[in-house]
C-alpha cells in the first residue's frame, strides 16, 4: 500500500512538473486583440498585425497532378472528372533548401486561404512548400483514398504518405537538404499519424514536425463542433433562415459603408461594426460550416462505395444529373452520423474492431502518447480558448509535450495562425 502511494505521488510529481513546462503565453503580453474564441475563429487576425508575407507573382509556384487511382477513373461518375487525379501545389526554390508538406484541415482542399497563408510564410523564409489537401476533402477521397472512408488516422496517414511519395518522385531534381511536416486543425493531428509512420518508413525522416490547433481527442472536437448548429439563433423564424439573417446583415453593412469590399479584412470589420454577428450567430455560422463540410465528406464517401446510404446504389449518374436533393440528404447526417453509418462498418469488417470508444481511441493522439512524449522533433501550438478542445485535452498536451507545448490564451481555433507573434514562433521552431 504504502509502495503504491510512493508510486502514484511520483507519477503526479512527474506530470505536473511536465505540465509546469509548457510554454504558457502571458495574455497580458500577447497582444492579439480578439477575446471571443467565436469571433477569432471567425475573423482571424486584423491584417495590420499579420507579417508582410510575399505576393503570389512573386512566388515560383505551379499546380500539379497525380493519377493514384488509375481504375477508379473509370467507375467514378462523369462530372467527378475534375477530381479523378489528385491536385497540389508545390512552391520551389531556385536553389538547395529543405522541403515543407503543408497539410489542410477539415473538408479543406490544397489551396485552402489558410494552407495560402503558410505557404507564403515558409517560402519566404526559403523553403520549398508542398500543399495537400486534406483527406476529408473530396478531391482526396475521389483521387487519392484507397477506401474512400477518410476517418481512421492510420489509413489517413497511409495515403497522405502514399501521395508524399507520389510528389517527390514527380520531382526528382528538385534540391531537397531536409523534410519538414506541418497541418492545421485535423491536419495537424494527420501530421502526428503521418509522422509516426515515417519512423518505420523512413522515407523522408522528418526533422521537424509542428501540429496547429488539432484535435485531442477527435470524437469530442467533432461533437463541440456539430453542436454548435443546434445553437438557438434570435431571429431566425419559419419564415427567415439563418441564412438569409446573415444576408441582410451584410447588405445593411455594405449600404452603409458605401462600396463592397471583399477581402481579407472583411470579417473583422464587420464584426466592428453595428451589424456584427452575435455569438449565437457565430456559434450557428462555426456549426453550420462544418456541416457542409460532414455532408461532403458522407456524400462522398457513399457515392464512391456504392453503399446506398444517401444514394440509391444502381442510380444512374451522369454529367447532367442532379445531386442536390442527395446532398440535401447528406446535410441531415452530421459527422457522428458519418462515424456511425460508414466508417465503423469499414471498420470492423477490415480490422475485427469493437466500440465506438475503441475507435475514438485509435484515431486520436492518445493512440500516439507515448510516441509523442518521447520525440523531440514534435512540437504543439494551441489555444486556451479553442472551441474544439474538451475537459482533459490542455491536461494531455501539458502531460504528453511538456515544453514542446505552446499554450496561446487567445485565438479560438487556428484564428490566430497568422498572427505576426505566432507566425514568428512557428519560423523559430522549425529554424531550431
Given amino acids: 500500500m504504502l509502495r503504491s502511494l510512493r508510486l502514484a505521488t511520483l507519477l503526479g510529481g512527474l506530470l ?35 507579417p508582410e508575407l510575399p505576393s503570389d507573382e512573386d512566388i515560383n509556384q505551379a499546380d500539379y497532378q497525380l493519377n493514384l487511382r488509375p481504375e477508379r477513373a473509370f467507375t467514378l461518375p462523369d462530372n467527378f472528372w475534375p477530381v479523378k487525379k489528385l491536385r497540389y501545389r508545390l512552391a520551389r526554390q531556385d536553389h538547395p533548401a529543405p522541403l515543407i ?85 485535423l491536419g495537424a493531428l494527420n501530421a502526428a499519424f503521418v509522422s509516426h509512420l515515417d519512423e518505420t518508413r523512413r522515407s523522408f525522416n522528418f526533422k521537424r514536425v509542428l501540429l496547429l490547433n488539432p484535435p485531442v481527442n477527435l470524437y469530442t472536437s467533432i461533437t463541440n463542433l456539430d453542436k454548435l448548429v443546434q445553437t438557438q439563433v434570435k431571429g431566425v423564424t419559419s419564415s427567415t433562415t ?48 462544418f456541416r457542409f463540410s460532414s455532408a461532403d465528406i458522407a456524400f462522398t464517401s457513399d457515392l464512391i462505395n456504392r453503399r446506398g446510404l444517401i444514394i440509391p446504389p444502381k442510380y444512374p449518374i451522369t454529367e447532367g444529373s442532379s445531386l442536390t436533393p442527395f446532398f440535401k440528404r447528406a446535410l441531415q447526417c452530421d459527422f457522428d452520423c458519418y462515424l456511425t453509418e460508414q466508417v465503423i462498418p469499414m471498420w470492423r469488417a477490415r480490422t475485427d474492431g469493437g466500440s465506438l470508444l475503441q475507435l475514438i481511441d485509435q484515431v486520436s493522439l492518445y493512440a500516439l502518447k507515448d510516441y509523442l512524449h518521447k520525440s523531440p522533433k514534435i512540437a504543439v501550438m494551441h489555444n486556451a480558448d479553442d472551441v474544439i478542445l474538451g475537459p482533459g485535452d490542455i491536461g494531455f498536451l501539458r502531460a504528453t509535450f511538456g515544453d514542446r507545448l505552446t499554450l496561446y490564451p487567445l485565438g479560438g481555433h487556428c484564428g490566430n495562425i497568422n498572427y505576426r507573434v505566432n507566425s514568428d514562433a512557428m519560423l523559430e521552431f522549425f529554424r531550431g
Fill in 16 to 50: 505536473l512538473s511536465a505540465a509546469a513546462s509548457a510554454r504558457d503565453v502571458d495574455a497580458a503580453t500577447y497582444g492579439y486583440p480578439l477575446t471571443n474564441p467565436f469571433e477569432a475563429t471567425i475573423a482571424s487576425t486584423p491584417p495590420d498585425l499579420r
Fill in 101 to 185: 508538406f503543408l497539410i489542410a484541415g477539415t473538408g479543406a482542399p490544397y489551396s485552402s486561404s489558410l494552407n495560402e497563408y503558410l505557404k507564403k510564410l515558409y517560402y519566404k523564409a526559403g523553403y520549398h512548400v508542398v500543399q495537400l489537401s486534406s483527406p476529408t476533402s473530396y478531391d482526396f477521397i475521389s483521387a487519392a483514398s484507397r477506401f474512400a472512408t477518410p476517418g481512421i488516422s492510420s489509413e489517413d496517414a497511409e495515403d497522405l504518405y502514399r501521395v508524399m511519395q507520389s510528389v517527390r518522385a514527380q520531382h526528382p531534381r528538385l534540391p531537397v537538404s531536409d523534410y519538414y511536416l506541418t497541418g492545421y486543425s
Fill in 242 to 289: 439563418f441564412y438569409e439573417l446573415v444576408l441582410n446583415k451584410l447588405t445593411r453593412y455594405f449600404q452603409q459603408k458605401g462600396y463592397v469590399d471583399l477581402n481579407d479584412a472583411l470579417l473583422y470589420d464587420f464584426q466592428q461594426s453595428r451589424q456584427q454577428l452575435s455569438n449565437e450567430q457565430m456559434a450557428m455560422l462555426i456549426g453550420t460550416s
